[in-house]
């Protein structure tokens, strides 16, 4: 038995992944593909480009959703800090973990109100809003103060361009062992560069189809 796999959470993420496969959004209509792959690499116009998006959950996928649960579950995680909430997906699955690991943290960091204000009511839903701290803002300032002294676990889903920025934030914090999963970081090479580079204080490497896992040092 776990929270992940029984009732409320199981169903709840069954529902939740069902409406964000329905959700549309007419304003990223107006983006042509080459301009959204530009945003999407751009560190000054994310907030233009997750204004557009505001109505689209972007999940991470099933499959990733059950590896993060799997991944701080088999790292004890206590301390978890995600950059990126949207409609809370990826929030439930971790919050699972830490609810079977016996309690803990997780903060997470959204920017836009109506975003937030959804993914606390799904938390509510499934059971696990006392163990979130849902900081509404830009995550370049909602994540640059009262940290965890040990963070064991982040996963980074945010505006892909400030990976980098994101993981500078955090990286005096993580412990050695500590695990960082990054959603679609191909759009952030100098992140890819980072986190890969021989003695830079991380093992990583690319993991499943659209993850990037690195382990930090000790
Ligand atoms: C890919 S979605 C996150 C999906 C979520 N992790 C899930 O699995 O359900 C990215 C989210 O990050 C938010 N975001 C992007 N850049 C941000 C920033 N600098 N600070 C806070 N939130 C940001 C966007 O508004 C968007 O909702």
Same mark, same amino acid.
């Given at each position: ?53 505001? @109505? ?73 809003? @006392? ?14 103060? @009262? ?62 189809? @659209? ?8």
């Amino acid at each position: 038995m776990t929270t992940l796999t029984t009732a409320p959470m199981a169903p709840l993420l069954d529902r939740l992944f069902q409406e964000a496969d329905a959700a549309t959004s007419p304003a990223i209509g107006v983006l042509t593909r080459d301009e959204r792959e530009r945003l999407m690499r751009s560190k000054t116009e994310y907030l233009g480009l997750y204004r557009l998006m505001k @109505d689209l959950w972007l999940p991470v996928s099933r499959e990733t959703g059950v590896l993060l649960y799997m991944l701080a579950r088999s790292s004890a995680a206590r301390n978890i800090v995600e950059f990126g909430t949207s409609f809370g997906i990826s929030t439930l699955h971790l919050a699972a973990a830490l609810r079977d690991n016996g309690g803990g943290r997780l903060i997470t960091s959204e920017f836009e109100p109506s975003k937030v204000a959804r993914a606390r009511r799904h938390l509510s839903e499934g059971g696990v809003i @006392d163990l979130v701290d849902i900081r509404e803002g830009d995550a370049l300032k909602t994540l640059n103060a @009262d940290l965890p002294d040990a963070i064991d676990l982040v996963l980074l889903d945010g505006a892909k361009s400030l990976y980098p920025e994101i993981l500078g934030l955090l990286e005096s914090r993580l412990r050695p062992g500590a695990l960082i999963v990054a959603d679609n970081a191909d759009y952030c090479p100098d992140y890819l560069e980072r986190v890969r580079k021989p003695g830079g204080g991380y093992l990583s490497v690319p993991f499943a189809e @659209d993850v990037e896992l690195s382990l930090r040092l000790g």
